[in-house]
T-cell receptor
Framework: GAGVSQSPSNKVTEKGKDVELRCDPI?????LYWYRQSLGQGLEFLIY????????KSGLPSDRFSAERTGGSVSTLTIQRTQQEDSAVYLC???????????????FGPGTRLTVT | QQPVQSPQAVILREGEDAVINCSSS?????VHWYRQKHGEAPVFLMI?????EQKGHEKISASFNEKKQQSSLYLTASQLSYSGTYFC???????????FGEGTQLTVNP
């Protein structure tokens, strides 16, 4: 079946512009995660969704960052008034479920490479 | 709090073994291991749950010491395809977010 898809794959934008990054999770996966990865660095947690609600938004770097998920499926990460330090690869992942007595593997999308000039 | 991985980098010859460690300052519920090849997305390797058994497949296995709040990933008889950056991700309670370490860069040479 299809994996996690993200669009666009690359985005170059001017400082101060707004951008929207999209994530399409694996069908049936109820949990969705956003991470940021700067060049040569680890995975920085941004936000995750359980269904359409986001129980943990603490990873969002500033109020310029927001995310939503509708219909328990597609999610959009919006960055307003982009800054050069926002340049990174933004990765989305989904998992079958969350919590309970188990833990679930995350399936990552290919990422969106954002460059702010 | 971010888990600490060691070593930061390791270079092996094909066929050699390696151990990558992941330590946390907080009690853990689970530890995830992922591998990321250059320019690609991370790929899941395995999950270890509190109270669970050591996991493994083929020549890659892992252990989880709850008392020490530490997990180790064991790569046996390494292959060229094992090259990449290995990340551990820790979960403090069931359903909480995954916090990843900085990664361990593994290079396997012929």
């Amino acid at each position: 079946g299809a994996g996690v898809s993200q669009s666009p794959s690359n985005k170059v934008t001017e400082k101060g512009k707004d951008v929207e990054l999209r994530c399409d999770p694996i069908s049936g996966h109820t949990a969705l995660y956003w991470y940021r990865q700067s060049l040569g660095q680890g995975l920085e947690f941004l936000i995750y969704f359980q269904g359409n609600s986001a129980p943990d938004k603490s990873g969002l770097p500033s109020d310029r960052f927001s995310a939503e998920r509708t219909g328990g499926s597609v999610s959009t990460l919006t960055i307003q008034r982009t800054q050069q330090e926002d340049s990174a690869v933004y990765l989305c992942a989904s998992s079958l479920s969350w919590g309970g007595r188990s833990s679930y593997e995350q399936y990552f999308g290919p990422g969106t490479r954002l460059t702010v000039t | 709090q971010q888990p600490v991985q060691s070593p930061q980098a390791v270079i092996l010859r094909e066929g050699e073994d390696a151990v990558i460690n992941c330590s946390s300052s907080k009690a853990l519920y689970s530890v995830h291991w992922y591998r990321q090849k250059h320019g690609e997305a991370p790929v899941f390797l395995m999950i270890l749950l509190k109270g669970g058994e050591q996991k493994g497949h083929e020549k890659i296995s892992a252990s989880f010491n709850e008392k020490k709040q530490q997990s180790s990933l064991y790569l046996t008889a390494s292959q060229l395809s094992y090259s990449g950056t290995y990340f551990c991700g820790t979960e403090w309670t069931s359903g909480s977010r995954l916090t990843f370490g900085e990664g361990t860069q593994l290079t396997v040479n012929p």
